[in-house]
């Protein structure tokens, strides 16, 4: 009887060791696989009133370097991003970052953030007119999917950016 408890205990145990790794695994939660560059262009789309924008993204050549402007997260954490910003050096931005992990997106959203406040000083100094537009941007992400949008429109580039997500539901 005790051989066939210890057996028991013991066969309990590698399965609570089994699901406690399935739970570390982290990486790809299951979510939608969706492309940054096409959500990002979408949510462009949707605010007719958004300048030329120069785009950046992770297929770039340069686009480890690039991304160290938007943010100062580890790009090892980054699965791929794109990045457009006005190119009269206006405040419009509109970013989407697909991350390895989901656990990063608070990261990655504080980092934003900090992004956003260095863009207002810079604005308060040498463009002030800008400066409502950078206080008026969203951060928000689903799952591993966090967007930065800096937009005279951003609820309705933010609700296409929901709309990738609803479509998968």
């Known amino acids: 009887m005790i051989k ?6 013991g066969l309990a145990l590698a399965a609570l060791a089994l699901l406690a790794c ?7 939660d299951g979510g939608p696989d969706l492309d940054p560059a096409e959500m990002a262009r979408a ?5 007719t009133t958004l300048p030329q924008m120069v785009e950046r993204s992770s297929g770039d050549a340069d686009g480890e370097d690039s991304f160290t402007y938007l943010s100062s997260l580890d790009y090892g954490k980054v699965d791929s991003y794109f990045y457009a910003c006005a190119d009269a050096g206006t405040a419009e931005e509109i970013a989407v970052v697909k991350l390895k992990d989901k656990r990063d997106a608070a990261a990655l959203m504080e980092s934003l953030h900090d ?25 928000t992400r689903e799952g591993r999917y966090v967007t930065l949008i800096v937009s005279k429109k ?3 580039v933010q609700q296409e950016f929901q709309k990738f997500f609803q479509q998968d539901e």
Do not use: N, W
């Open 154 to 156: 951003s609820g309705l």
């Open 4 to 9: 066939y408890a210890k057996q028991a205990v």
């Open 43 to 47: 949510m462009m789309d949707a605010d």
């Open 115 to 139: 992004h956003i406040k260095a863009r207002q000083g810079t604005f308060a100094e040498y463009d002030p007119e800008q400066l409502p537009l950078t206080e008026d941007a969203v951060v």
């Open 22 to 28: 399935a739970g570390c695994a982290g990486g790809d």
